[in-house]
């Protein structure tokens, strides 16, 4: 139990680690859209959350997404921070996992995020206008937190030390010696 538990953690440390090189690229975002609202200030902004969406789908979510299926993809099979940690996504026969189902495992790990962020571009577009939130605003915040925290909590409960995504894509982490 206790080498489980280890794993589990390690498995936490390894995301947190590779999540530092996502915030990095955000801020970078955050000061390319700061430079370029103070250069073409004159340019209409963005005033629909669905435009916002889909700006921030292309720049941010859908890089990230293949930040951790292209690392998990490569000869090492695993991003940096699974690496420093000495885990590799793998297969459930433990064999390279074919490129779907990289594409599969972290579409729906990055699920959560996108409603979140969905609801988050709603959300100030209603505060601009006046109005009040939706109910479904909050029904998608919190399904994005409880599919999260059902994310993690599933490492915790599962007896194959897997979360729901990689039994749904067929993988799952494995720990390199």
């Known amino acids: 139990m206790k080498s489980t538990t280890f794993s589990q953690f390690r498995r936490i440390l390894a995301f947190l680690i590779d999540y530092i090189f996502i915030a990095l690229y955000g801020v970078l975002l955050f000061l390319i859209n700061v430079r370029f609202n103070e250069i073409y200030s004159h340019f209409e902004k963005i005033s629909h959350p669905i435009q916002a969406q889909l700006i921030g789908f292309l ?18 099979q695993s991003t940096p921070g699974k690496r420093f940690l000495n885990l590799k996504v793998v297969s459930t026969d433990f064999g390279k996992a074919p490129f779907y189902c990289l594409a599969i495992r972290n579409a ?70």
């Open 59 to 76: 720049t941010l979510t859908l890089p990230v997404v293949f930040y951790f299926i292209l690392f998990e993809n490569s000869a090492k």
């Open 108 to 177: 729906i790990k990055f699920l959560p995020w996108e409603i979140a962020h969905t609801c988050i571009h709603w959300g100030f577009y209603y505060m601009n206008m006046g109005k009040e939130l939706p109910a479904w605003y909050y029904l998608g915040n919190g399904l994005s937190m409880a599919m999260a925290a059902l994310f993690v909590i599933w490492i915790f409960t599962n007896s194959k030390n897997r979360t729901f995504y990689e039994k749904w894509s067929g993988t799952r982490v494995s720990y390199v010696k």
